[in-house]
């Protein structure tokens, strides 16, 4: 899985969220190299079914049985 796939599959899918942590830097004018993506997700019971659906997509199986609180 690489970032760009996931992010498409966000957008896609209309998963409400935010990246935050170091791949935001740049839109506030800074850089630094990180090797993960922190991922804000609107909490809401239509938005988490749809990113249920993308992680499913790319491979993390039993998230269907998480609820809202331990996603």
């Known amino acids: 899985m ?3 796939k996931l992010l498409r599959l966000l957008v896609g899918r209309k998963v409400k969220f935010l990246i935050i942590g170091a791949w935001a830097f740049p ?3 800074y850089t630094r190299n990180t090797f993960d993506i922190d991922i804000f997700f609107n909490p809401t019971k ?3 079914k749809r ?5 499913k997509e790319i491979g993390y199986d039993g998230v269907e049985d998480l ?3 331990e996603l």
């Open 27 to 29: 839109a506030y004018g």
């Open 51 to 55: 990113l249920v659906t993308v992680l």
């Open 67 to 69: 609820t809202m609180e």
């Open 46 to 48: 239509a938005n988490v």
């Open 2 to 4: 690489t970032v760009k």
